[in-house]
Every structure is written in C-alpha cells, then in structure tokens.
Nanobody, 118 residues
Framework: QVQLVESGGGVVQAGGSLGLSCAAS????????MGWYRQAPGKQRELVAS???????RYADSVKGRFHFSKDNAKNTVYLQMNSLKPEDTAVYYC????????????WGQGTQVTVSS
C-alpha cells in the first residue's frame, strides 16, 4: 500500500502564490512518475506538472513560467510552487505516484483545494 499525504492549498488573491507538498509513504519500490494534477468543477482532471524518473519535468502549457515543480527523493516528497496565480487555476489539486512500469499501481492523494479570487 502507498499513501500520499498532501498539504498546502487554500485561498489566495489573483497574482498571489501558494505552495503544495505531497509526501509518499508505504511500499514504494520504483517510481515511474510523480506529479500534480488538478480538476476544476465540471472539467476533467488534467496534468499540471510531473517528473518522469530519469527523464524530465513537464508542465501544462497553462502553468509554464508560473509554477515550479521540485522533489526530495530522500523523503519521497514532491512540491509545487504556484506563482502569479489566476482565477482559472482554481481547482482541486491531486498528487499522483505511478509505479505501473515496474508492476506497481497508480496512487492518488486525497486532493487539496486551491481557490484564486479575482
């Protein structure tokens, strides 16, 4: 079993900043990707930023230059620093850890609400 515990989020005015963190624990043996997704009301869940082991970090076009993804491998923790926030960034943000390439599963955090007021 893998547990993902997210923290951060909240309410901020447009132009402000927020930070999210996600700590993974449990039976973690080979991480393929770890990253952040978001889901706004009435919309599908979409990728925000993710890191593929041995590769690179990718960002959604809508957040490039504003959001920064980082990770602490020793702690199995990932972070998302969100700057210059816009009302359209309002969503529930989910952390994901994917080990399917090694025969494991894909795991999700409980989600954390980010609300950007105009």
């Amino acid at each position: 079993q893998v547990q993902l515990v997210e923290s951060g989020g909240g309410v901020v005015q447009a132009g402000g900043s927020l930070g999210l963190s996600c700590a993974a624990s449990g039976s973690i043996f080979s991480i393929n990707t770890m990253g952040w997704y978001r889901q706004a009301p009435g919309k599908q869940r979409e990728l925000v930023a993710s890191f593929e082991t041995g590769a690179f970090t990718r960002y959604a076009d809508s957040v490039k230059g504003r959001f920064h993804f980082s990770k602490d491998n020793a702690k199995n923790t990932v972070y998302l620093q969100m700057n210059s926030l816009k009302p359209e960034d309002t969503a529930v943000y989910y952390c994901n850890l994917d080990m399917r390439s090694a025969g494991g599963g894909s795991y999700w955090g409980q989600g954390t609400q980010v609300t950007v007021s105009s």
